[in-house]
């Protein structure tokens, strides 16, 4: 993955609503959703609709979608 000139990426659990919904305030030049070793095997479906929903309520200017 490339970083075109970010110098700080905050990795957030995507199974952590409150803490996605504050992580613009942080001060990273990125937020990467994690859907993996932060969230329990139980959590991960419920994770990842929790990022399908997000995705598709961001405008597309403020998101790289960089998954697979």
Same mark, same amino acid.
Not at 43 to 62: F, G, H, I, M
């Given at each position: 993955?490339?970083?075109?000139?970010?110098?700080? #990426?905050?990795?957030?659990? =995507?199974?952590?609503?409150?803490?996605? &919904?504050? +992580?613009?305030? @942080?001060? /990273?030049?990125?937020?990467? #959703?994690?859907?993996?070793? =932060?969230?329990?095997?139980?959590?991960? &479906?419920? +994770?990842?609709? @929790?990022? /399908?929903?997000?995705?598709?309520?961001?405008?597309?200017? =403020?998101?790289?979608?960089?998954?697979?």
């Amino acid at each position: 993955m490339r970083l075109n000139g970010l110098r700080s #990426l905050l990795f957030v659990p =995507a199974n952590a609503p409150a803490f996605i &919904e504050r +992580a613009h305030e @942080r001060g /990273a030049d990125a937020v990467i #959703l994690d859907l993996e070793d =932060a969230v329990p095997a139980e959590q991960k &479906e419920e +994770a990842r609709q @929790r990022v /399908a929903a997000l995705r598709a309520s961001w405008p597309s200017a =403020a998101c790289r979608c960089c998954c697979a």
